[in-house]
């Protein structure tokens, strides 16, 4: 089945402990994304991947961290979460040219 | 579920109704808008897409409206069932394939 998986799907943890969560695509997707969502303001942007080795920042980028060693993974790091960093996070893929993104279950990260 | 859908405008159907969800965007240069739904507790599912040189594209028992004097988008649903219940989000592109850009959502409700 074609899917992007994400792990863990919650997650509690305390302020200034480093986190990933992890992402993964099996549908050999050139782009990856990762959004956050908070309630009334839809989805913003993380980060964005068009390829291996290409990363830039979307959005709402301070804070986070991505890397992109392997096409089919995307994980997204918190080096020193924080509590404004609590939110609802979700990893897309799509083909680089299309517009249609494919999202993940979501992970719900909560930093107390 | 993911309590994404708090502070969102609701709108309640009964099941067999014809419903109609509304979207203002903000970028009259936007040249393509996706409908997206997400269920409880699981990631955003593309529903139906229109690019900005039509004003009405139809799926199975959805129409997308375009109407781009007023900018404003609508995803209408014809005899609502109770697996419609979701938040559902437009999204438009601002520019190229990494500039997709998503409205806050409204809640569907569909009740028997």
């Known amino acids: 089945e074609a899917q992007v998986t994400q792990n863990p799907r919650y997650l509690i943890t305390v302020t200034g402990k480093k986190l990933t969560v992890t992402c993964s695509q099996n549908?050999?997707?050139?782009?990856m994304s990762w959004y956050r969502q908070d309630p009334g303001l839809g989805l913003r942007q993380i980060y964005y991947s068009m390829n291996v080795e290409v990363t830039d920042k979307g959005d709402v980028p301070e804070g986070y961290k991505v890397s992109r060693k392997e096409k089919r993974n995307f994980p997204l790091i918190l080096e020193s979460p924080s509590p404004n960093q609590t939110s609802l996070y979700f990893c897309?893929?799509?083909?680089?040219?299309?517009?249609?993104?494919?999202f993940g279950s979501g992970t719900r990260l909560t930093v107390v | 579920g993911e309590s994404v859908g708090l502070h969102l405008p609701t709108l309640s159907v009964q099941e067999g109704d014809n419903s109609i969800i509304n979207c203002a965007y903000s970028?009259?240069?936007?040249?393509?808008f996706i409908w997206y739904k997400q269920e409880s507790g699981k990631g955003p599912q593309f529903i139906i897409d229109?690019?900005?040189?039509?004003d009405k594209r139809q799926g199975q028992r959805v129409t997308v409206l375009l109407n781009k004097t007023v900018k404003h988008l609508s995803l209408q649903i014809a005899a609502t069932q109770p697996g419609d219940s979701a938040v559902y989000f437009c999204?438009?592109?601002?520019?190229?394939?990494?500039?997709?850009?998503f409205g806050a959502g409204t809640r569907l409700a569909v009740h028997p």
């Open positions: 970028n009259s240069a936007s040249d393509y």
């Open positions: 999204a438009e592109n601002t520019g190229g394939y990494n500039k997709l850009i």
């Open positions: 897309a893929s799509k083909i680089t040219g299309d517009y249609g993104y494919t």
């Open positions: 229109i690019r900005s040189n039509m």
């Open positions: 549908m050999n997707h050139e782009y």
